[in-house]
């Protein structure tokens, strides 16, 4: 048991760690993040239509790319994104991580699009970042073959949409996602 919680710590600690988009300066960094941004709301775009004109009204929206791990009973994950000020046009990049206790075994790599309802909560998010919850899913899915589902969530004034990348991975954990700002990437 000791070895256990040996490994899971030292999977913590690498993977946030490594919650940084990928690049070697910030104008990369940046551009990974941008691009991520982009490819992720096209493909929400192709699979709800009509979430483009509800991201288009909101006063805002984030972005994320998150790597999510379990191993028996622990969950870990880290990922990177933007908030996006839609009447400002200004970008907070964030960092997250999770950490979760449960049953699941896999990998999965997945991306989240937050709209929110109003100022408040974008700012609050944006400020603050925090949030708790559980999950339950299944995800089979490489290089475009198996099975994901977009799933859809409304939480405390934002909506959350999950598309699954790529994965492979069975799991029910209780788990807290922290958000924060890349201190790094807003200078």
């Known amino acids: 048991?000791?070895?256990?919680?040996?490994?899971?710590?030292?999977?913590?600690?690498?993977?946030?760690?490594?919650?940084?988009?990928?690049?070697?300066?910030?104008?990369?960094?940046?551009?990974?993040?941008?691009?991520?941004?982009?490819?992720?709301?096209?493909?929400?775009?192709?699979?709800?239509?009509?979430s483009r004109n509800e991201i288009r009204n909101a006063p805002g929206y984030a972005v994320f790319s998150n790597v999510n791990f379990n191993v028996i009973f622990a969950s870990v994950g880290n990922g990177f994104g933007v908030v996006v000020d839609n009447s400002t046009g200004k970008q907070t990049h964030m960092k997250m991580g999770e950490v979760g206790l449960g049953i699941g075994l896999g990998a999965k790599d997945f991306r989240a699009v937050f709209v929110f309802d109003n100022r408040e909560v974008m700012n609050r998010f944006v400020d603050n970042g925090w949030g708790f919850g559980g999950q339950a899913d299944a995800a089979v899915k490489a290089d475009e073959k198996g099975a994901a589902v977009a799933g859809e969530v409304m939480l405390d004034g934002i909506k959350i949409y999950q598309l699954i990348d790529t994965g492979l991975a069975l799991q029910a954990t209780i788990k807290g996602t922290r958000f924060w700002k890349d201190s790094e990437l807003n200078q």
């Not at 048991?1 to 104008?27: D, H, N, W």
């Open 1 to 50: 048991m000791q070895l256990y919680i040996r490994f899971i710590s030292l999977i913590l600690v690498v993977l946030l760690a490594a919650c940084s988009a990928p690049g070697k300066t910030r104008e990369e960094q940046r551009a990974h993040v941008a691009k991520m941004k982009s490819e992720v709301l096209n493909e929400l775009y192709k699979l709800k239509p009509d």
